[in-house]
């Protein structure tokens, strides 16, 4: 059967088209930026630090406003879309968080409620038990009482996850979401991730490693001074040559067997330094 994740007949989710977007005295950081994200879709988006990449996904949050171009979510433009109603369609998990008050991290993920609660409510008992839900399908119910400071940083990646399910919107936004978290927390994280898009969200993820979009994307977009270089299944897109121009460092895409997996093979990356060569001879 194939991959109704690999479908390009699956109804869009999110669609960027002619995005412009410039800080004042700093020039423009995004240039005619367009993309389209479908249901039950994993886009990463890879890039050097200055890319626009994080500018790009504070336009999608409406914390910025493009000096042209549209975005639209669900069919909607997100100009007509007022906060409360964005936060529904959307939902955002940074790179980190921190809070000065000792919320726990339940009450960490109850805070995914609040854009379907009426304005002055507070999170009844049944927010909760959808808070705790998604606690424990994440496998950190066990977590619930623990003050959110207190947690290691991939137990606080898994509370923020949490948090954006709680929110029940069909597009999630991961900034860098594993660039904190020891191997296995990434790996779990990722796992986690790609159960969801198989559910039917949608997942726009920004990443430094292009492993990860080899290993869980459907489609890269290769993101430098703030255009698009290249975008699609990322077998296609993601080769070495592509790879050495983005990051300006030699890079080697390489086909290795899975062990466990007779015949399979999967795609990885390998860097090889212009000196001082340490690795295998």
Not at 13 to 31: C, N, V
Not at 34 to 62: H, V
Not at 161 to 183: F, G, H, K, N, S
Request: with cysteine.
């Amino acid at each position: 059967m194939s991959d109704p994740r690999a479908c390009p007949d699956q109804p869009v989710s999110l669609a960027i088209a002619d995005l412009t977007f410039g800080y004042p005295a700093k020039g423009h950081r995004l240039q005619d930026v367009s993309l389209t994200l479908r249901e039950a879709e994993i886009c990463c988006l890879l890039g050097p630090n200055g890319a626009g990449k994080t500018t790009l996904l504070r336009c999608l949050l409406g914390l910025l406003k493009p000096e042209r171009g549209t975005i639209r979510i669900q069919g909607q433009d997100i100009k007509s879309l007022a906060a409360r109603d964005l936060a529904r369609l959307v939902a955002y998990v940074p790179q980190s968080a921190t809070t000065p008050f000792p919320f726990t991290a339940l009450e960490m993920a109850v805070m995914g409620r609040t854009p379907h609660l009426r304005s002055g409510a507070v999170p009844s008992a049944a927010d909760r038990r959808i808070a705790l839900g998604r606690l424990d399908r994440l496998g950190i119910a066990a977590l619930a009482d623990r003050i959110f400071s207190t947690l290691s940083g991939g137990q606080r990646q898994m509370v923020l996850l949490a948090r954006a399910l709680v929110q029940d919107a069909r597009i999630l936004v991961l900034d860098e979401p594993t660039a904190a978290l020891d191997y296995g927390n990434e790996v779990r994280l990722l796992q986690i991730v790609s159960a969801l898009a198989d559910e039917g969200r949608s997942v726009l993820m920004t990443t430094h490693q292009p492993a990860q979009a080899f290993g869980y994307a459907d489609r890269a977009v290769l993101l430098r001074d703030g255009a698009i270089l290249a975008q699609g299944p990322p077998d296609e897109v993601l080769t070495s040559e592509s790879l050495t121009a983005l990051y300006g460092a030699t890079i080697h895409v390489v086909s290795v067997s899975l062990p466990d997996h007779p015949g399979r093979v999967m795609k990885t990356c390998l860097s090889r330094p212009d000196s001082g060569w340490r690795g295998a001879k």
